[in-house]
């Protein structure tokens, strides 16, 4: 009976703050920290009637009913915020002033409701997504109270009270109420609801689908179908473990039937759905993070351009993994049986291809139709959130027009289109699932941003932030590679337990000034860490996207980790390539703008070493690469990405190119003839 009426709550509250976010982002008419506290009360409601305290006692009914309490306390803490603030309730505030206007002058309650407000942030967070960072919060905290305590190590200062601490982690937008939070608001949950929105009219199968007809025949296409739809759909969801959960389900399978094994094809998912993240237009959270962060200020369209090149180097380094790994799977095969071996899931009869041609003609059209609405609308001057709501217009418009075509013509099939015919019927009911899905998404989000933001106010109440940077720049020496190299670790490490997007936040806040005093362009170094910050997905030994690939393969955790950072090894050369050449990131060294023939000159170099790479790493191209060769490849690699692409580097680059062509060639001589043509 408390299950029943949790899950009502719950459909209630997601259909709320979704239908919240849309109405108060496009027309605003809450103050700042008001309209933060209301998007932080019902997340965190949406929390506690999700996530028990515990799996073990989610039926239990005292646990449920402390929840319940729990809940109310939300209510209260989070309410207060909002009437302590908005004018309309000026009758009820404290000594005849807003919550802001009282800052440290705050009468007893104002303390009481902060402390009890920063344990509830601290328990949503511990139960949405772990202990790792309520752990690293609670941290922070004891270094506010007790830092002139603190060694010469730890950057010691004089101390603060607990009021001092509650004010500004929780009762002022310095903390919970702070660019965290004002991001997930802003920009995150509205990418979040129109990912599920487009999942619900089908794009999930139409992008599979697409990539089927991409990839036909050609070798390991069911795991170049893998690679293809997860980074689309990656792009969607933002979320590494999300998407490897959601296209694994249909990728994985399909390449363990053409002859992959478990660990192989869990790692190739893990591997691209990590990417996805970082493929415009949507990409993940971190990337509406640069535009509040980001110093000088840019603009989303200048996000996208600037992701648009490495995201293609990425997957053009992963397709040629995944080549090079079924061509040798292939040969194997061809062996056993002396003839020549196809993937039995490579293709599909003509009959077959015309049939899903006409079920995914409306999907298709949905599809591109968000996109090109998404583009446009940015591309008129319009920023991302209004880019956004009018995709979500455009998506719900042509479902339910299609609909009403179809009801029209008397077809009453749900299979056309991948939506459900009943739900449409209900009229606005169709929204329900998406927005319950967008809220099971992201108030795990919501939850991290609050506590993320206990961690910010910190830091901006002590000024480590400031310390931290110049302990790390005499350090790093004044090497860019070697702090580079310390910020590639340190956000690795960190992104092991936090989400990619918390990871981004903390990073570029606290170390991200390193790499600015060193000379490097600012949004380069914001996407540095972005890109290490996904990258943790797939690095052993806590590779979460890995975790859950490894789940629906069936295969062993670690290998599957280790397999997916074997092909995710590309994306760890790409953030060192785009530091020392802007030009990837269609910027010059001062940030500007950089001419044409840079851009073509750096990406082809890149491009060229992304194959060497791949090659490298495979150990084969058309037969087996000796050590030898392989090594030579690597180097070879790493000269074409890191060598400068000055006048005088050229005639390097060249001779590195040439050598690796006769390795490639050589390799080709040696092909051994024992395939047999298919009769």
Request: charged content about 10%.
């Amino acid at each position: 009976m408390i299950q029943k009426l949790k899950d009502n709550i719950f459909l209630i509250i997601s259909v709320l703050l979704c239908l919240f976010i849309l109405a108060e982002v496009n027309y605003p008419q809450l103050a700042p920290q008001s309209e933060l506290a209301l998007f932080a009360m019902l997340g965190l409601i949406v929390v506690f009637l999700r996530y028990p305290i515990h799996s073990r006692f989610a039926d239990n009914p005292v646990f449920q009913t402390l929840d319940v309490a729990l809940i109310g306390s939300v209510i209260v803490c989070f309410g207060y915020v909002v009437t302590q603030t908005e004018p309309i309730f000026q009758g009820f505030w404290l000594d005849g002033q807003s919550l802001g206007d009282r800052a440290g002058a705050e009468p007893l309650l104002d303390y009481i409701v902060g402390a009890v407000g920063l344990v509830l942030v601290l328990e949503a967070t511990r139960r949405s997504i772990g202990v790792t960072l309520p752990l690293l919060s609670l941290a922070f905290l004891f270094y506010a109270g007790f830092g002139q305590f603190m060694p010469d190590a730890l950057f010691p200062h004089r101390g603060y009270s607990v009021q001092r601490i509650v004010s500004q982690t929780f009762l002022h937008s310095q903390g919970t109420f702070g660019i965290a939070l004002r991001v997930m608001f802003t920009y995150v949950f509205l990418f979040v609801l129109f990912g599920t929105l487009l999942e619900r009219t089908g794009a999930t199968s139409y992008v599979l689908d697409l990539a089927r007809r991409v990839f036909g025949a050609s070798a390991g296409a069911p795991a170049k179908v893998a690679v293809l739809s997860s980074g689309m759909m990656g792009s969607l969801s933002g979320s590494a473990v999300a998407n490897t959960a959601t296209t694994g389900t249909f990728t994985i399978p399909l390449m363990q039937r053409s002859g992959f094994q478990p660990t192989i094809a869990g790692g190739i998912e893990a591997a691209a759905s990590s990417g996805g993240a970082l493929v415009p237009p949507i990409m993940g959270a971190a990337a509406y993070m640069m535009l509040e962060i980001v110093e000088p200020t840019v603009t989303y369209l200048e996000i996208i351009r600037a992701a648009l090149l490495p995201a293609i180097l990425y997957y053009t380094g992963m397709l040629c993994m995944v080549h090079f790994s079924a061509r040798e799977l292939a040969k194997a095969k061809s062996a056993k049986s002396g003839r020549h071996v196809r993937d039995p899931e490579a293709a599909s009869t003509d009959a077959q291809e015309q049939k899903r041609g006409k079920l995914l003609t409306l999907q298709g059209f949905i599809f591109f139709a968000a996109f090109v609405t998404l583009i446009g609308v940015l591309l008129i001057g319009a920023t991302a959130f209004r880019a956004v709501s009018w995709s979500l217009l455009v998506v719900i418009a042509i479902s339910l027009l299609g609909y009403l075509i179809r009801r029209i013509r008397g077809q009453h099939s749900t299979t056309e289109t991948g939506v459900d015919a009943s739900d449409l019927r209900q009229g606005v009911s169709f929204l329900i699932s998406p927005c319950e899905r967008a809220a099971q998404s992201g108030v795990s989000l919501i939850a991290a941003a609050a506590c993320v933001g206990i961690i910010l106010g910190v830091v901006t109440l002590t000024g480590i932030g400031s310390k931290l940077p110049s302990t790390l720049l005499p350090l790093a020496a004044t090497n860019l590679m070697l702090a580079l190299f310390f910020l590639m670790i340190s956000t690795i490490i960190l992104g092991m337990g936090l989400p990619s997007s918390v990871c981004y936040l903390l990073m570029a806040i606290l170390v991200g000034p390193v790499l600015l005093d060193l000379g490097v362009v600012p949004l380069a170094a914001h996407f540095f860490i972005f890109y290490f910050g996904m990258m943790s997905m797939v690095t052993p030994p806590v590779a979460l996207a890995a975790y859950a690939a490894a789940a629906i393969a069936g295969s062993g955790i670690m290998a599957t980790a280790f397999a997916a950072f074997r092909f995710a090894l590309v994306g760890f050369a790409l953030p060192y390539a785009f530091v020392l050449r802007p030009a990837l990131l269609w910027l010059d060294s001062d940030g500007g703008t950089p001419e044409l023939w840079a851009v073509f000159g750096n990406f082809s170099l890149t491009l060229v070493g992304t194959v060497i790479l791949a090659a490298a790493i495979a150990g084969y191209i058309f037969n087996k690469l000796s050590l030898w060769a392989r090594c030579i490849l690597f180097v070879a690699a790493l000269i074409l990405f890191f060598l400068p692409t000055d006048v005088q580097f050229i005639w390097i680059h060249g001779i590195v190119i040439v050598a690796s062509i006769a390795i490639f060639y050589y390799n080709w001589r040696e092909k051994e003839a024992h395939y047999e043509k298919p009769s």
